[in-house]
């Protein structure tokens, strides 16, 4: 098992910045990839970056070269470095875990962290 909580979210001005964070713990050696996705009102989740274990990272088009994501391993900790918002970044934030098991891949989620980017 693998708990998942984030802290962060706020509310910014266009152009603000604010980082996220999410702090593991539980089978954290067992997690392969840890992400982040966003979920806003009337749309579907959707993937934000990730970061694999390897340190391999994927950015959704509409978050690169603004948005950072890194891990400090010490701290079991992953961050979400969010520069130049905009208004359509307005969403729950949600981090996340994907962990091998013998049946298959297992996804763990945290409660989510609220972002609003006022114009």
């Known amino acids: 098992q693998v708990q998942l909580v984030e802290s962060g979210g706020g509310l910014v001005q266009a152009g603000g910045s604010l980082r996220l964070s999410c702090a593991a713990s539980g089978s954290i050696s067992s997690i392969n990839t840890m992400g982040w996705y966003r979920q806003a009102p009337g749309k579907q989740r959707e993937l934000v970056a990730s970061l694999t274990s390897g340190g391999s990272t994927n950015y959704a088009d509409s978050v690169k070269g603004r948005f950072t994501i890194s891990r400090d391993n010490a701290k079991n900790t992953v961050y979400l470095q969010m520069n130049g918002l905009k208004s359509e970044d307005t969403a729950v934030y949600y981090c996340?875990?994907?962990?091998?098991?013998?049946?298959?891949?297992?996804?763990?989620w945290g409660q989510g962290t609220q972002v609003t980017v006022s114009s």
């Open positions: 996340h875990a994907l962990s091998p098991h013998s049946a298959g891949w297992f996804n763990y």
